[in-house]
T-cell receptor
Framework: DTGVSQDPRHKITKRGQNVTFRCDPI?????LYWYRQTLGQGPEFLTY????????KSRLLSDRFSAERPKGSFSTLEIQRTEQGDSAMYLC????????FGPGTRLLVL | GQNIDQPTEMTATEGAIVQINCTYQ??????LFWYQQHAGEAPTFLSY????GLEEKGRFSSFLSRSKGYSYLLLKELQMKDSASYLC????????????FGTGTRLKVLA
């Protein structure tokens, strides 16, 4: 399977803990995106990489969120000091021309 | 500002045709995309339009009018498995190739 993969698929954590998610894009795709989605809403843009450069980060995103894409391959999204409002599906997508999504990581903060 | 509007819910009957509309106002435009999302799953790509007109892909067609900021997704010969949310997204070129999504249209197909 050469699609976008994400790990873990599910994460339950306690408020105040840090979590890190990983995304492996389709190998020839140079653009990588992170989104957050809550029930009944469309994906909300968080950040975007072209190769290893982080080109844009949502103004809605607090400083507790950080993302990296070392060497322009896989990417990680870290959330520090998680809050209950961070509970959501975190989606990664990659594109060359058309954007394709990974299966998502469902985060539950207790 | 950036705004994408689509109806929240639609209901249709198996075998029928349904049209899901999307209107957008964005600072840049480099394509309009349609995705299907079943409950609890990730969005899957259906179609996209960059130029005005109709793109047909089997039972699915998508239309774009850039001057009107308008698109629609047409689903023919509806099947029960088409019950899902349909997301309209605009690829914005103001600065980066960012995608802006609507809230999605939840389609229920009834027997």
């Amino acid at each position: 399977d050469t699609g976008v993969s994400q790990d873990p698929r599910h994460k339950i954590t306690k408020r105040g803990q840090n979590v890190t998610f990983r995304c492996d894009p389709i190998s020839e795709h140079n653009r990588l995106y992170w989104y957050r989605q809550t029930l009944g809403q469309g994906p909300e843009f968080l950040t975007y990489f072209q190769n290893e450069a982080q080109l844009e980060k949502s103004r809605l995103l607090s400083d507790r969120f950080s993302a990296e894409r070392p060497k322009g391959s896989f990417s990680t999204l870290e959330i520090q000091r998680t809050e209950q409002g961070d509970s959501a599906m975190y989606l990664c997508a990659s594109s060359k021309e058309t954007q394709y999504f990974g299966p998502g990581t469902r985060l539950l903060v207790l | 500002g950036q705004n994408i509007d689509q109806p929240t819910e639609m209901t249709a009957t198996e075998g029928a045709i349904v049209q899901i509309n999307c209107t957008y106002q964005t600072s840049g435009f480099n394509g309009l995309f349609w995705y299907q999302q079943h409950a609890g799953e990730a969005p899957t790509f259906l179609s996209y339009n960059v130029l005005d007109g109709l793109e047909e892909k089997g039972r699915f067609s998508s239309f774009l009018s850039r001057s009107k900021g308008y698109s629609y997704l047409l689903l023919k010969e509806l099947q029960m498995k088409d019950s899902a949310s349909y997301l309209c997204a605009v690829r914005d070129t103001s600065g980066t190739y960012k995608y802006i999504f609507g809230t999605g249209t939840r389609l229920k197909v009834l027997a």
